[in-house]
């Protein structure tokens, strides 16, 4: 039998592309034994079978990247046990200080103005009224000692406080149907999550961190804290929140972060 070698692709450094995708698959295919054999087996050619895109170029190979990621999202929804619960710590095992992030620095933090702040809410909700801090303080309160794992390398274990999340989408009558949930927030920074992940018991709108009233560096007025989700799906300084069924992205997302993102 003969085998015929493929011609090189114009323009694509293979090499590149073929380690950037094993690295995707070693990030995103969750099962051990698939993804030890998909490291070893890709090709480009396996690329384009797994994706169906006929690869010819880098921009190719980006979209070929970026539907394989968008595919590992359905199977991490597959794979996404709502019954889990992400670890919890003591708190002798918080980390002091608690690390900050942001896509700038620290002397950029947005300060919110808590007199006249409102969380919008829209989209599939049957209450579409605001909600103002005192009456999300009202509510009953949550702690939590987790840890925020960051994609950049880091992770840090800390207390947060809030509103179980499924508790509010159940007061603003929310479509738990629907498939989104997006976020706004005060920095121009967005996200949105699978449903699931909203209802799920760790995940809390939350409005201290340690015990206090969140600081502004991470987040006042409110942020998302979601264990079983990595750093960058954790919105921070929110002020909106829509129920939709139109896929809304995120500000890494959209720059090739791995949407479901989880940890
Ligand atoms: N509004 C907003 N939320 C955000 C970010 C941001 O830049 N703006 N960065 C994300 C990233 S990448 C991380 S790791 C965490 C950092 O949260 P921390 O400052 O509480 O550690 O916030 C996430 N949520
Ligand atoms: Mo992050």
Redesign the pocket.
Known sequence: MKLFKRPPLIGVDSDAALSEARALMARHVTQPSRRAFMQRSLTMGGLSMLTGCSISSNADVETALSRISRFNDTVQGWLFDPNKMAPTYPESMITRP???????GESEV?EVDEASYKLEVTGMVADKRSWTLPELRAMAQQDQVTR?I???GWS?I?KWGGVPFSEFLRRIGADTSAKYIGFK???D?Y?SIDMPTALHAQTLLALT?GGQPLPP???FPM?LRMPTKL??K?????KAIFVTNTYPGG??EDQGYNWFGGS
């Open positions: 608690f690390p900050f992030n942001a896509y700038y947005r925020h960051c994609v950049e840090a800390g927030c005060a920095d920074y996200t961190y560096k991470y987040g942020k750093g960058y954790n919105p921070k300084h929110i500000f890494w």
